[in-house]
């Protein structure tokens, strides 16, 4: 490729939305281009990048036995009412009528479409267990698109989908993805990532990883236990906590506490740290006015996906100010009057005494409380967001939070679809049953991203060579000079012959813009042939990582090049 | 590929609604799988096929210098209002507005995206000529899609946008992509197209070709001169007309015709021939009730194509039965009092004499008519239809009509896009132009169907080895029997290792079922192991086509099935 010929563009200018580095040096390299909101264009090396992610997820996906197939990205509503997501779904999913009135949505998944082309088609377990993937557009109405690439609209995706007759058949398989995922990520060049538990969120089902790559632009948090490996997305990590309390429990008795109703102001007057106390958070079930009160430590925030997963169901901030049972600022779990409310109690709270909470009536608190002698309280559930340095839930160890991008995902979908879709296949005797699922998704674009979020330095981009959009950027010096160009055509030549992706900076221009252009564009090798190496018939190799710096004879120059690849 | 895990079916039964053999043979075959009217999933083989079309398209494509680029699906509303086409394209363009309010489509053709992506990143004419492309997912809501594949509302197509200094430029990469086409269509296998000359429609510009499968199936109409070569599209054809008439002229007189209103009950009538008459043909400009009146040679029939190019507006057929001005069935050009209307004369009635047309009051027409004597006509054009047989407008011999599916199409544009979105490029002499443009599509799936059109028999598909789904069935017979199986699964794994993409049907069933499963499929090489031949140390190969049958050795089988593939 000539890069004289490349739409594309090189700038120092850094985008003004930009936040992130990936996003910032993707724009400044004229990689992509954005269209609107979250929608790009993707230039020739962007793309280019693009298909060697895909090839290599393809031969991943085809070694465990994937089929690669093809659905549609716009739909017909009835094949998402049969799931009940077409309901479910909110705003995020673009929704449309044809020409003739028929409503359409815009594929934003495709569990629907998977079990579409298998139901009928499948009809025996002895058919089981298969996988098939697409990769294909989808879009997701996003709110707030951000990043670049790695919170889009428009976006193209591996998804893949098992089937299975039964759930240790799915364990097996959700394995061996668990592994083919490991590979796809290293293989791409990406260094520091992890799978971590997840909730399964939308989806359904219960098992679930989310492939991290730990990064500060993450904007995922992630529960890391250094010493036994423990790893959970914040969404549903848990520790444990030692219970706050004396070895005596105090009487319970009323005190003033004037307008203290926050915490912090609660707690600087009582002179008491804030795990003293026991918060009170109330929420409400989305379009109902039934409320959702957690009690929990006064220290720790409540983890929203948590309480969702218990309550099975939606919940918004709810506003105190008009209540007339509750009084806001100083609501405690003891002598509530309330009416149709669900209120859960968190772990955090369990055995604890001597502890603070609200009195429900204005300015005075309650203290010496006791959870197991003051509170009837039958469960206890985990809603609390883990803090760094709490203790690892399974080796005690402490935890530490790390900022993760999500780069992939698996779940155990369980029979949710094929059972809301009416897929049946008949067992060895006859009787029909709905197979079990799984589902593994990766972005194209975001992998490509995060890789350009994690190589990167100060003068641009660094492609790992497995990914990278060109191998070698030929960088001829006074191109001007004839002997130079015949060198340099010569060389681009044999190289494209013997099968090298090279980038032909054919300008007329000075070695300043081309190195520049070339650090900024991230192609892992540069190859200088000028006046003065030539003189000595030697060209220059530098590798975008600075690792090596070569100065070859002409003759060994493909050959020597040809190594670094391999390497 | 095990065929027991694939996710298909092969039926005998007909789909009800296949007018076509290719869509009949893709349903029944379990290649593609219908999820709403023209929007289909594609299952593995037909995923397969389409990969090997693209690579090939790929190939040709980066061999006349192409970028591949990859633009959105989804676009706002003001790109396509820069161009003026969100106005003019009517419903098959999908609108929608996005969870804020804003207006989008999805991309039916990408002039606007590609034109987007190259301003301000082009701004040089040292940059030109450029082509850049994609092969992305397009909607287009069809009115009717119809065939299977063959017209669709979601398609994948490659489509390609050139970008030069001047006309002549445009013409010469023109021409080179003419040429990557032949290839492309040939290394599918597609046998008997054609390039024809076409109308630019939508797209904007003058010169056009379609390539145009000749088939049957076909929805377009081509003539075709078998001795010189011309070739256009009935939309744009030309042929030669002799003038009718006699040595004198008579005089102009009125002949009483009775309630004789249609051509055919009218020569009758007169015992006269259709081409003797001045027929009257009516439209209305769409959306206005502006007239248009075109006068044709009784035997011909109006091309509306011709027509509203010559009008630049859209008509459609308008209805005389409440008209004050005119008489319909009665219609002529003499004496004809009409308002507000835009009257058209075809060629075909140029210097004609004896001619009969309508008298412009009931139950009368008029005879001796000579069109030069008694008409007053500045300007003819050609709006009639060809027919079979007509002359030739190069060669003047006999001229033929074919049915086709138009499988890719070429336009040189000009300046449309670049004009109008202002995408602007400085010259040698740092003057502004708008560069000028060509555009090259071709939609993967159509060019499936279209194979699969041409290449069947009573069997089933036969699929050119070039974009076959597998190479070769593998076909073992009493798979129960162990030395059966394991020779099966031997050649299926040194098959593999060698490159050689095998369908291993793996099913304890009839000889009977697998061999009519091979043949719906199409797969090009079926190798049988069965007891019989195996005794000899044989195998038995025969090709889809049935031009070979050979029994080799085991241990030659592999060298066989190589030279046969690369046959």
Chains 1, 2 share one sequence.
Request: charged residues 30%; contains cysteine; proline residues 4%.
């Amino acid at each position: 490729m000539l890069l004289s010929k490349l739409v594309s563009e090189r700038t120092k200018e850094m985008p003004a939305d930009a936040q992130i580095r990936s996003h910032a040096l993707l724009v400044r390299a004229g990689y992509i281009k954005l269209v609107a909101n979250g929608i790009w264009t993707l230039s020739c090396p962007a793309k280019r990048i693009c298909s060697k992610i895909e090839k290599i997820i393809r031969e991943e996906m085809d070694a465990i036995g994937g089929q690669e197939v093809s659905f549609p990205v716009v739909m017909p509503k009835e094949l998402w009412e049969e799931s009940g997501r077409y309901a479910a779904i909110g705003e995020e999913m673009v929704r449309f009528e044809d020409r003739c009135g028929r409503p359409m949505v815009l594929g934003m998944t495709h569990e629907e479409a998977a079990v579409h082309l298998c139901k009928n088609w499948v009809s025996s377990y002895q058919q089981l267990p298969f996988m098939i993937y697409q990769i294909q557009t989808k879009f997701r109405d996003e709110a707030r698109s951000r990043g670049g690439l790695i919170r889009v609209r428009e976006f193209v995706m591996k998804d893949a989908y098992s089937f299975h007759a039964d759930k240790e058949d799915l364990e097996a398989y959700y394995d061996k993805v668990y592994e083919a995922y490991n590979r796809i990520f290293k293989r791409i060049g990406m260094k520091d990532f992890v799978a971590v538990k997840s909730d399964s969120g939308m989806m359904g089902g219960n098992v679930a990883h989310e492939y991290m790559l730990l990064t500060e632009a993450g904007e995922d948090t992630i529960a890391i236990c250094a010493d036994c490996g423990y790893k959970a997305n914040i969404e549903v990590a848990e520790s444990v906590r030692e219970p706050i309390g004396d070895e005596i429990s105090e009487d319970i008795a009323e005190v003033y506490t004037a307008d203290k109703t926050e915490i912090a102001e609660l707690c600087d007057y009582l002179k008491i740290r804030p795990l003293r106390v026991i918060k009170a958070v109330s929420y409400n079930i989305k379009g109902s006015d039934q409320t959702v009160l957690v009690f929990i430590r006064g220290d720790l925030e409540v983890n929203e996906a948590k309480l969702k997963k218990i309550i099975k169901k939606d919940i918004a901030p709810s506003n105190l100010q008009d209540s007339k049972e509750l009084v806001a600022g100083n609501i405690g779990p003891i002598g509530l009057r309330l009416n149709n409310a669900i209120i859960i109690y968190d772990k955090s709270l369990q055995n604890c005494n001597n502890m603070y909470c609200g009195a429900n009536k204005p300015e005075y608190h309650l203290k010496g409380v006791d959870v197991q002698r003051d509170m009837q309280i039958t469960a206890f559930y985990d809603v609390a967001k883990v803090k760094e340095g709490e203790s690892c839930p399974v080796c005690g160890k402490a935890l530490s939070l790390r900022n993760g991008i999500e780069v992939g995902n698996i779940f155990q979908l369980g029979d949710k679809y094929t059972k809301s879709m009416n897929m049946a296949v008949l067992d060895s005797e006859g009787k029909a049953f709905n197979p079990i699922m799984g589902c593994y998704g990766i972005g194209i674009g975001r992998a490509l991203a995060s890789v350009a979020e994690e190589s990167n330095d100060e003068y641009g981009l660094i492609w790992p060579m497995s990914i990278a959009p060109w191998h070698v950027y030929l960088c001829p010096l006074r191109i001007d000079n004839p002997e130079i160009k015949q060198k340099a055509d010569e060389l681009y030549n044999q190289m494209t012959k013997a099968g090298i992706e090279v980038l032909y900076d054919d300008r007329d221009i000075s070695p300043g813009v081309k190195f520049s252009d070339c650090d900024l564009m991230g192609i892992p090798l540069r190859l200088v042939i000028s006046p003065k190496t030539l003189a000595n018939n030697q060209t220059e190799i530098q590798s975008r990582d600075r690792r090596h710096k070569l100065n070859p004879n002409t003759e060994d120059t493909i050959r020597v090049i040809q190594e670094l690849i391999k390497e």
